[in-house]
């Protein structure tokens, strides 16, 4: 079965409205497009100009994804796009979602997870985001996350940068640093493994800079490596590919002892969105200051 809507300037016929794509929940296609629609005036701002990697359950959560960064031949013209070269040399022509009828699109193509990239397409290879991901290692608990992810602004704070905090969905954190698009991803990069290595030095029982899994322990791993060019991470508002369709959702600061890992998923989100909305509704243009230390 299928139905068309009428989104923006475009009709977007949706096909399988009723396959489940988190059966145990019974959450079908229609229920994310609905989501989807729903959450697209405050999604887009975040989304808008960036490249984007589209996270694919084609057979369900239950079945094994794909990631697929260059647009499909049969995408029709209306839907912008990037072309962008790799460092392999490989042109990728990366999907921009510029607009409501674009994500509803892309949803309709099993797309559950957009990623973004860190710049827009007006500065390409200068990020205006700066990024630190917080993934707990071994039984590491969330509210050490907690505890680390305060720290980590604190250490932020210090540097004359406000960091922004986001739950991602699935266990962990982001911190979101946004920023002039001045420096290219490796300052960019080398920056934020310099605040990790304070933060090693600081607390080192708690926090880890290991890449390999089996030797992080029951630590905090920071992640650094995501401020690297053509890396991407989860956009703000995504539905995450995990049982109970769970969201990345931007939090405030003052909220963040009364989360849990995954408390918002696309069954309780709506009365989250009419009570506060968005909580970042203007982040700062915030200049980096490179040291040479740094």
Known sequence: MSKTLHIGAHDIEITHEEKELFPRQHITKQDIVEYYQAVAPLMLPYVKNRPIAMQRFPLGIDHEGFFQKNAAEYFPEWIKTKRVIGKNGKLVHYILINNAETLVYLVNQYCITPHIWLSTIDNINQPDRMIFDLDPSGHAKFQLIK??????????????????????????????????????????????????????????????????????????????????????????????????????????????????????????????????????????????????NH
């Open 147 to 292: 505890w680390v992810a305060k720290k980590l602004r604190t250490l932020l704070q210090e540097e004359g940068l406000e960091s922004y905090v986001m739950s991602t969905g699935s266990r962990g954190l982001h911190l979101i640093i946004p920023l002039k698009p001045r420096h290219p991803f490796e300052e960019v990069r080398a920056y934020a493994k310099n605040i990790a290595e304070k933060m090693l030095a600081e607390h080192t029982k708690y926090v880890t800079l290991e890449p390999r899994v089996a030797d992080r322990g029951n630590k905090i791993y920071i992640d650094v490596l995501r401020n690297s060019f053509a890396q991407t991470t989860v956009a703000p508002y995504a539905v995450r590919g995990l049982p109970g369709a769970p969201i990345a959702v931007p939090l405030s600061w003052s909220e963040l002892e009364r989360i849990t890992p995954q408390k918002y998923t696309i069954q309780n989100i709506y009365r989250r969105l009419a009570k506060v909305g968005t909580v970042w509704d203007s982040l700062p243009d915030q200049t980096l200051k490179l040291r040479k």
